[in-house]
């Protein structure tokens, strides 16, 4: 479904470090390196690009089949656009948006969109995490995700320093998206809107994380402390102190979403702008100085 909603998305062509039994390092993959070892004719290997569509394969998905991307877009809808942002935005704030009340999540036929961004190092990490976010302080140590403050968690497996197959600065990214929290913080007379001169000020104060190892992994030369509190956390894990995973860098971003006028149609959003003020000097946070 996300194939046919993207058609112009594919893979990206990349030269590989450390190489495999097919391909030798230095070399570049892209999309018609063959997948060894997987043959669609004797002596022709299967690539990205012959096995695009799954026809090729001998199957097809009832949502997809024979159906244009502006159909299945309403289908999406259907199906999952209830608790989307634009469309929480569009039902809980359209009387107040287009009356005119200061207090509308939508301006002009748009809104912000909002996202904690989780990046580290893998190679200065051993072990499974989680980063928990929340928007105000975590009320419940134990079970963290029913905190009524709780947003979302990034979950992280890393192996030891001793990986091969990682270059010294390989990054482990992902993202928390915040909108829906907002929206609800808004709802309850907590934010006025979702434009950045309401939303910076109130997660600055309010935007916290918590690190938590879910399974211990005990490698003899990471260079992460554990365990840093004598607190249990969930799984038989426990807690982090950000500060002592030195690569953590959690920052915040936001784009500007225009409403569709229908179902059949996409969002335009805006590119993504990083604001420093809300993590600078957190322990863990994204500073002034770093790079985004």
């Given at each position: 479904m996300w194939q046919v909603l993207n058609p112009n998305a594919w893979t990206t062509p990349q030269v590989t470090i450390f190489g495999t039994r097919a391909n030798a390092p230095g070399s570049t993959e892209h999309s018609a390196t063959g997948l060894s070892p997987f043959y669609r004719y004797p002596h022709t290997q299967w690539t990205s690009n012959t096995c695009r569509n799954t026809r090729n394969l001998y199957y097809t998905y009832p949502e997809t089949d024979g159906v244009s991307a502006a159909d299945l877009r309403v289908r999406v809808q259907r199906l999952y656009g209830g608790t989307a942002p634009q469309n929480?935005?569009?039902?809980?704030?359209?009387?107040?948006?287009?009356?005119?009340?200061?207090?509308?999540?939508?301006?002009?036929?748009?809104?912000?969109?909002?996202?904690?961004?989780?990046?580290?190092?893998?190679?200065?990490?051993?072990?499974?995490?989680?980063?928990?976010?929340?928007?105000?302080?975590?009320?419940?140590?134990?079970?963290?995700?029913?905190?009524?403050?709780?947003?979302?968690?990034?979950?992280?497996?890393?192996?030891?320093?001793?990986?091969?197959?990682?270059?010294?600065?390989?990054?482990?990214?992902?993202?928390?998206?915040?909108?829906?929290?907002?929206?609800?913080?808004?709802?309850?007379?907590?934010?006025?809107?979702?434009?950045?001169?309401?939303?910076i000020p109130y997660l600055r104060r309010n935007l916290n994380w918590r690190v938590q190892l879910v399974r211990p992994y005990w490698a003899s030369n990471s260079t992460v402390p554990m365990l840093t509190s004598d607190q249990p956390g969930n799984n038989g894990g426990g807690y982090i102190n950000p500060r002592d995973i030195r690569s953590l860098k959690i920052s915040v971003t936001a784009a500007t979403v225009t409403l569709p006028s229908s179902s059949s149609q996409d969002a335009p959003i805006t590119q993504w702008t990083t604001y420093y003020d809300v993590t600078d000097k957190k322990p863990g946070g994204l500073c002034y100085g770093d790079p985004k």
């Open positions: 929480q935005v569009r039902g809980g704030a359209s009387k107040r948006a287009y009356s005119g009340n200061s207090n509308s999540l939508v301006s002009n036929g748009k809104y912000h969109e909002w996202s904690a961004n989780i990046r580290l190092n893998k190679r200065q990490t051993a072990g499974t995490y989680l980063i928990n976010i929340f928007i105000g302080n975590p009320t419940n140590g134990v079970e963290w995700t029913s905190d009524p403050n709780f947003v979302g968690s990034y979950y992280l497996l890393t192996k030891n320093g001793t990986c091969n197959d990682c270059s010294e600065n390989a990054l482990v990214t992902g993202s928390v998206p915040l909108t829906h929290m907002l929206i609800d913080c808004a709802r309850g007379g907590k934010l006025k809107d979702l434009s950045p001169e309401s939303v």
